[in-house]
């Protein structure tokens, strides 16, 4: 199994503030025939689903703000929020299927400093 | 726009069988090149996938579930259902059921709202 280490645990960054949010893979996600790499983020707030923030590492899905991306390639990737909001406080997670067992990142909660 | 639906006992007996079910409306199930999937979160912890479905009842499942795991398709009800056997304390988890757009190249991007499922005695 492909295992992802996210870094930090937990991280508390103050408003308008930028936090970063860092993924590991064991073993490269980045396909050579089309030079994607197989990794998403998402995002838990509690009692909620995951919610799909990016894929292909670096795709917004639609409706996610501006303010999230994605870069990265082949086993170490992060997620950026520009400007922290309020409504961003949650549990972020990588995932990737670049080959099943499809598997997340431990998680890294993001709180308000 | 596609939904999921989560359902099945919220309780569970030692050793028996985890049945849920996940209704999928708004689209069809045999349609398409998405990928349907179970995944479980344990309270407090992190995400765990359990398997999938796809075109024409294929199926791949997580190698630590794989000899306790079934997912079935039911393509007339627009349902697929998760079948866990011989189930202990370890099981449980909320489960979820997602949608991995464009054979799961796209990520999960629909997920149902989860089910708790406690075994217990």
């Known amino acids: 199994d492909i295992v992802m280490t996210q870094s930090p645990d937990s991280l508390a960054v103050s408003l308008g503030e930028r936090a970063t949010i860092n993924c590991k893979s064991s073993?490269?996600?980045?396909?050579?025939?089309?030079?994607?790499?197989?990794l998403a983020w998402y995002q838990q707030k509690p009692g909620q689903p995951p919610k799909l923030l990016i894929y292909?590492?670096?795709t917004r899905e639609s409706g996610v703000p501006d303010r999230f991306s994605g870069s990265g390639s082949g086993t170490d990737f992060t997620l950026t929020i520009s400007s922290l909001q309020a409504e961003d406080v949650a549990v972020y997670y990588c995932q990737q299927y670049f080959i099943t067992p499809y598997t997340f990142g431990q998680g890294t909660k993001l709180e308000i400093k | 726009q596609v939904q999921l639906q989560e359902s099945g006992p919220g309780l569970v007996k030692p050793s028996q069988t985890l049945s849920l079910t996940c209704t999928v409306s708004?689209?069809?199930?045999?349609?398409?090149?998405?990928?349907w999937s179970w995944i479980r979160q344990p309270a407090g912890k992190g995400l765990e996938w359990i398997g999938h479905i796809y075109t024409l009842g294929s199926t791949d499942y997580n190698p630590s579930l794989k000899s306790r795991v079934t997912i079935p398709v039911d393509t007339s009800k627009n349902q697929f259902s998760l079948r866990l056997s011989s189930v202990t304390a370890a099981d449980t988890a909320m489960y979820y059921c997602a949608r991995g757009r464009n054979t799961g190249y796209d990520g999960f991007d629909i997920w149902g709202q989860g089910t708790m499922v406690t075994v217990s005695s």
């Open positions: 708004g689209g069809s199930i045999s349609s398409g090149s998405d990928y």
């Open positions: 073993q490269s996600v980045l396909y050579s025939s089309n030079k994607k790499n197989y």
């Open positions: 292909w590492a670096s």
